[in-house]
């Protein structure tokens, strides 16, 4: 077969005059031999074993959130039939875009009133100004000018209310005339974002305060994660979190914001708010993430986790030398779950190893 090396047998006593590894730890006194097309077909990559950080992480879940005051419910005003709906859900829309139209005869009424009101306003104004000039001649006694004077001030009050229902209602109450007196509510964003839920539908009765659609922000979008009692005091503001969704292995980061000290009495597991980098996705809110916040970080010599041979509860890699490449137990600490810190022997660490193909070697 092509791939079969050319194994030579050395004597123990060339092995241990070495010097560089204890007698103890030698597996076997083989050494194997490949040649240079070997090595690249079985992409055996060698090099000085490496420094690097380990990471001591925390495992989480989250989902993607917004905060309270981003997602708002747009309700009915004052009771009414919708007329019309002008969007529809996962539509974005801007501020102050028309959303629906509602209809009712109430509706006529409250711009009729106000413009009755406002005309009434103007005559008394009018009437208490030419009778005050006339005051002057003792044509109009005092007690008159005061009873106008006070219809006048009851008037405007009755006024100001009716202009703050129709401020309540988005109706423009400056523009208002008599021609454009209508049972028509016009119902726009009082935000940008996108539309999330419908509640309503085309002819159906809304009444004051019942939603007709919700539409949500993404301007702060995060992700909130349940992190459990014990893990809790170990997360401080600013550090780094890993994440990934579900069936995928594309890694996005981001940033603890905060975390709530109060914890579910449930699950006892408190929630922590995760800021996104740029490179995050747009997501459904509610969307599942998977979540590894990085608590602290080591330095030390290591290898691939994928590269440690496992035997028992010893650990094995490769060894290379001029002669060739000798199997070699070593002592691990750390496992971040990507690499795995290496700790001795001591005259191993920063030689010269098998970075790549240690499984394969150890299958000759």
Known sequence: MKNLPYITVLSLIMACSQGSVKEEDIVSEDLIQLSKEQLEYNEIRTGLMPEGPLYHKIKATGQVDIPPNYAVKVSAPTEAYVSQLKVLPGQRVDRGQLLARLQHPSIAEIKKSYLTVRAELNYLSKDLSR??????????????????????????????SIESELERLGIDYRNLTSESVSQTLDVRAPISGVVTD???????????????????????????????????????KGMEVLMRLPGEETIYTGEIFL??????????????????????????????????????????????????????????????????????????????????????????????????????????
Do not use: W
């Not at 006694?141 to 008037?155: F, G, K, N, P, Y």
């Not at 509640?199 to 159906?204: A, V």
């Not at 030390?300 to 509860?313: D, N, Q, S, V």
């Open 198 to 236: 419908l509640f309503s539908q085309t002819g159906q009765y809304a009444g004051p305060n019942d939603p007709i659609l919700t539409i949500s922000s993404r301007e702060h979008e995060h992700v909130e994660l349940e992190v459990f009692q014990e893990d809790l005091p170990k997360v401080k």
């Open 259 to 364: 975390t709530n000290i109060q914890l579910d009495k449930e699950t006892l597991s408190g929630n922590v708010h995760v800021h996104l980098g740029e490179d995050f996705p747009d997501l459904p809110i509610g969307a599942v993430v998977f979540a590894e916040i990085i608590y602290r970080t080591d330095t030390g010599y290591l290898m691939p986790r994928a590269e440690i041979i496992r035997e028992g509860k010893a650990s094995y890699i490769f060894t290379n030398s001029p002669d060739g490449f000798r199997k070699q137990k070593v002592e691990v600490g750390f496992d971040d779950g990507a690499n795995v810190q290496i700790t001795g022997p001591q005259e191993l660490l920063g030689s010269k190893v098998v970075l790549q193909g240690n499984y394969y070697l150890n299958g000759m």
């Open 131 to 160: 009778k005050q000039g006339l005051a002057d001649g003792n044509t109009v006694s005092a007690r008159e000018i005061e009873m106008l004077q006070s219809r006048e001030q009851s008037t405007a009050a009755g006024l100001k």
